[in-house]
């Protein structure tokens, strides 16, 4: 009699099934459930949490380099104009630093009266008085604040003074001139020089190719992006493998279904739930970006700490093909990863030195994207592009960055489907072996030792 025919190791039967499946059990798990609420919640939160942290920051910053004076040590102001200004309590606006229940004494100085001198005006100075002296000279306004030797008002309480007076003498200077507040404004901001500009900076300014902070930003966001799906399956694949594997439940499903299509229906189905997360990500993220914009008037996505999730999807419709493919790209290979390292495990607990493999291989090209994010140069952008895992984050990036051309990042993917490729090759001819194996060393030579018998 003839043998039964060899079976096919690239056979997806039963693949429907285990699709079905996984996809039914990760949608009934609650710990899935709860991250997936806990994901929309942090999607649609981040926005105003950001905003708010920030503004936060942005107040607590401001009030330090106020000039406001809480509880002022200082009892008697005593300014003396010898200038053209016409200087009163109102145009001085003292109220605005705290000043407005201090006893004030304005002296204007009049054409013709000789100038007493410092020291004269200072005369009889108390411990908590203070004298601001306010003049022209050729160079123009000076403000000098004068204090008794035996001075208790604080160092801190007279600099704002004299910052705050200064500010308002310079303000009068201007709105008694007339000058139009767009030319005040203009010379206010002076020159702004921007020193030398390498070829490849004024190339990246004059022309569609997105600047180094803002590429930086995007790769980060995309990273970030892969990172959750990478490790979302990782830890489903390999414990969901090991688990039918020390239960013996693998050889009954074996019976009806081909080992790669077990394989690639969990990888499928998870597939299915972590494109879910993503979507209802992004669906929060725009929820918080309009909520914000709409109800308090307020742009989040404009400032440049913002992680705004969207921005992934402001490249256009071709944009949106090739993250959407790269994704898939890199969730596949990884996927397959997992799997491998899954069936070589013999007991739960090789659970977490496969998931330790896997998620080296997936921080050792996040942590290379990193580094090379910031270094813009042909060689280095050459090399990151085509070289897995490392491709796998920087590839879309550096073309919807304008770093490479849209052959050049087909030429990425087409090296990266052929690494998916023989992935799964090694997986059909590996997996069937490993999950029926009891051996005691659950290593990666153990996948290898399988794909040369």
């Known amino acids: ?98 000043l407005e229940k201090i006893d004030t004494e304005i002296i204007t100085a009049f054409a013709g009266e000789a100038d007493p001198g410092s020291s004269e005006k200072a005369a009889g100075l108390g411990k908590k008085d203070v004298l601001v002296e306010i003049g022209i000279e050729p160079e123009g306004y000076m403000v000098s604040v004068i204090k008794s030797d035996d001075s208790e008002v604080p160092v801190k309480e007279i600099d704002s003074i004299a910052s705050h007076i200064s500010g308002r003498v310079n303000d009068i200077k201007i709105e008694i001139s007339g000058v139009a507040e767009d030319d005040v404004k203009l010379i206010q901001n002076g020159v702004y ?13 004059t022309s569609s190719v997105m600047s180094n902070n803002k590429m930086r930003s995007l790769l980060l966001i995309y990273s970030i992006l892969i990172m959750i799906v990478s490790t979302m399956s990782a830890s489903y694949i390999i414990a969901s493998v090991t688990e039918e594997k020390t239960s013996k439940l693998v050889e009954g499903l074996l019976v009806s279904v081909r080992p790669m299509a077990l394989l690639m229906g969990k990888i499928c189905g998870m597939l299915v739930y972590i494109i879910t997360v993503l979507v209802c990500g992004f669906i929060g ?54 799997g491998m390292m899954g069936s070589a495990c013999t ?46 984050y920087t590839a879309p990036v550096y073309y919807l960055a304008g770093r490479i051309s849209l052959p050049f990042v087909a030429l990425a993917m087409a090296i990266q489907i052929l690494i998916v490729l023989t992935i799964m090759i090694v997986c059909a001819k590996t997996y069937r072996k490993l999950i029926l194996n009891d051996s005691s060393k659950p290593k990666l030579v153990e996948i290898l030792r399988a794909l040369k018998g």
Do not use: C, H, W
């Open 1 to 98: 009699m003839k043998s039964k025919e060899k079976e096919n190791i690239y056979s997806l039967k039963g693949f429907d099934k285990v699709f079905n499946f996984t996809l039914k059990q990760t949608f009934k798990n609650k710990a899935y459930i709860v991250s997936l609420v806990m994901f929309i919640l942090i999607m649609t939160l981040m926005g105003p949490i950001q905003y708010f942290s920030m503004k936060s920051g942005m107040d607590a910053g401001n009030s330090m380099e106020s000039d406001v004076i809480d509880k002022p040590v200082l009892e008697k102001l005593i300014i003396y104009d010898g200038t053209n200004l016409s200087l009163d309590n109102r145009n001085l606006k003292l109220k605005d630093i705290g």
């Open 347 to 392: 007991k739960t607990e090789d659970v977490q030195a496969a998931s330790g493999t896997v998620m080296m291989v997936v921080m050792g090209g996040y942590l290379a994207s990193s580094v090379v994010s910031g270094i813009n140069t042909d060689i280095v952008v050459t090399i990151a592009t085509l070289v897995p895992p490392l491709s796998f």
């Open 193 to 205: 020089t921007k020193g030398p500009v390498s070829e490849e900076d004024y190339r990246v300014e």
């Open 285 to 338: 993220s725009q929820i918080s970006r309009i909520v914000m914009k709409s109800v308090m008037g307020i742009d989040i996505t404009t400032g440049e700490a913002q992680f705004d999730f969207s921005m992934l999807f402001k490249f256009g419709i071709r944009g949106l093909i090739i993250i959407l493919f790269a994704i898939i790209i890199a969730y596949l290979a990884f996927g397959g990863l997992s």
